[in-house]
């Protein structure tokens, strides 16, 4: 159980140092008990004292290492009911299934049509992490085969799917060093899944048909010395899953139950019969609170808006997406090419690099930190200020780089270019249009 925040106060120094950023050690084991702080910002908590804590400032709900190699990722870890208390931390795992009958040259197919689905934005290579095998028939040799050939032929990590426990050994034995997820300990199998999870060093998946019959599998499993377990409560109708998925996350969180504080997995495969009501499902599961979600299939138009969502659930609420401040070359400049200037929020540098990219125009791009705002915001909040951009401009070594002296500001910062002037004597300030889709035109007028 965890520890309530009177416990964790009677093992901390109590010298009210300050140093962890709140005035009183109190204050501290409050914040720990409610998950609001980490341990590791007491430098002054004692060995011993750490050992009994390590409990109490584990995150609710376990993170959970799922695969190796490049599309490794850890599931679960949450800390938060909803994202605007804090962040969601690890993203939703994609997964599609095949069954472990599937011809070697329709598989070989798949993966490459499933690899090729990796897309950029902001910076980040979107793509899906794992492809579930189901045992279909009891065959041992073929769910081997298949599990081997999408662990060895492919970045994918594997699930596997099976009741049965000398199938899955099978499985196990022919892809347990991409460290697959086993997927399948129930009431019946327990012993014999807890046990091959335990020899292999393996996550495992523990399936139930309730929350409450879950909970008790769970402690079963944990209580044999496991400790990486991926939660199926069995719903499989999209309004008791979906219960199910807030009832469990509520659970571990609001109440401190660490029977059901692990990451959940879900079948919208299971769910529905067409890929499209599928990635409703999973869309939703994506939002609350799956934490691996296993389709039929991936295709590019259902899989991208996921992605899509999933980028968008995962990021930091209370931190904007940035890149670096600095000179950006687009299209290969040189010393007459045209000089803008705007923000350092993602979004923005991503779509004003890519209209410039696709404009053909040779550009020196400059990115003046605003601390992740878009550029309207910016110039309210006083972080895209006409002095503060000239002394960038000053400072960022573009003047070494170019004859041409005009600077193409946003169209939505137009206010600024008179301070903007003032700050560089003899330059010209243009302004730019207000919309990134203008700009193609604008350069090559230019
Ligand atoms: Fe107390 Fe440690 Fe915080 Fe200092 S840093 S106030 S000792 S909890």
Redesign the pocket.
């Known amino acids: 159980m965890a520890l309530t925040g009177i416990q964790i106060f009677k093992l ?2 109590k ?6 950023g ?1 005035p ?2 109190l204050a ?1 084991a409050m914040n720990l008990a409610s998950g609001k702080a980490e341990l590791d910002s ?3 908590v004692s060995d011993e004292a750490r050992e009994q804590l390590a409990e109490a400032s584990a995150p609710p709900i376990r993170p959970v290492p799922v695969g190796k190699g490049v599309r490794a990722a850890t599931t679960g870890g949450e800390t938060v009911q909803y994202r605007h208390e804090k962040t969601f931390f690890n993203q939703t795992l994609l997964a599609a299934q095949v069954g472990s009958d599937i011809a070697a040259d329709e598989l070989a197919g798949k993966l490459k049509q499933w690899n090729a689905l990796q897309y950029e934005r902001v910076g980040l290579n979107l793509r899906p992490e794992l492809v579930a095998v189901k045992d279909v028939s009891g065959d041992a040799a073929a769910f081997a085969a298949t599990a081997k050939a999408v662990a060895e032929t492919s970045e994918f990590n594997v699930i596997l799917m099976s009741e049965d426990a000398e199938v899955m050994k099978a499985g196990v034995e022919a892809c347990g060093f991409k460290r697959p997820l086993i997927y399948g300990a129930t009431a019946d199998n327990l012993d014999a899944f807890g046990a091959l999870a335990k020899d292999n060093d393996l996550p495992v998946g523990v399936k139930a048909d309730s929350v409450e019959a879950l909970a008790e599998l769970s402690d079963k499993l944990t209580g044999m010395g496991l400790k990486d377990l991926v939660l199926d409560p069995g719903s499989r109708e999209a309004k008791a899953a979906f219960a199910d998925q807030v009832a469990i996350r509520r659970a571990a969180l609001k109440d401190g139950n660490r029977s059901v504080g692990f990451p959940t997995i879900a079948f919208p495969c299971e769910m529905a019969d067409n890929l499209d009501m599928e990635t409703l499902l999973a869309a939703m599961f994506v939002a609350k609170y799956g934490g691996i979600v296993v389709m039929s299939d991936f295709a590019g138009e259902n899989l991208f808006p996921l992605l899509l969502e999933r980028l968008n659930i995962f990021t930091d609420p209370q931190r904007p997406m940035t890149v670096t401040e600095g000179i950006y070359e687009i299209n290969n400049p040189d010393e007459n090419s045209p000089v803008l200037v705007t923000t350092n929020f993602a979004l923005t540098y991503f779509i004003v690099s890519g209209e410039v990219e696709g404009s053909k125009v040779p550009t020196w791009l400059l990115i003046k930190d605003s601390e992740g705002l878009s550029v309207l915001t910016a110039w309210a909040a006083g972080k895209f200020a006409g002095d503060d951009v000239g002394m960038f401009v000053k400072k960022c070594g573009i003047m070494d780089k170019v004859k041409n002296q005009e600077l193409i500001i946003p169209g939505y910062a137009a206010a600024i270019a008179g301070d903007v002037e003032e700050e560089l004597p003899g330059w010209t300030i243009t302004v730019g249009p207000r919309e990134a889709a203008h700009l193609p035109a604008f350069l090559r007028s230019k």
């Open positions: 901390l120094p010298t009210n140092c300050k140093e962890c709140v009183t050690c501290f007491c430098p002054y």
